[in-house]
């Protein structure tokens, strides 16, 4: 049923955790499902030097926010937020239809982090 990419990044996460001393951090929650995720960030250079997640839901919604923080370290604010929902779901291989969810989940606490630091 899932991806052996998308079951790799559920069982080996990239950046788990949070940032110490972040510049901004947001968590949200799929109101719908309950799938919560928690992203932190430090900034250095106009770049994403560091970032990190904690996610509570399904193995799709944890995958999803790993493989999006590896897709988004030391990249610019731009080249982030640039990120679309294929380039995720590529890099997970694809999730299931009904899992969809998981991957706007992920992207959406992006955009939320990306808009706490501009407005610092």
Known sequence: MYSPQLLDYFQNPRNP?????PDAAVELENPVCGDIL?????????RIAEIGFKARGCVPAMACAS??????????FQ??????????LEK???????????????LDALA????KV???
């Open 17 to 21: 955790g949070d940032v110490a001393n």
């Open 38 to 46: 928690r992203l932190s960030v430090k900034i250095q250079d106009n």
């Open 67 to 76: 493989a999006l923080t590896e897709l988004v370290a030391g990249l610019t």
């Open 79 to 88: 080249q982030a937020h640039a990120l679309t929902t294929s380039e995720l």
């Open 92 to 106: 997970v291989n694809g999730v299931p239809e009904a899992s969809t969810h998981a991957c706007q989940l992920a």
């Open 112 to 115: 939320a982090v990306l808009r």
């Open 118 to 120: 501009k407005a610092k």
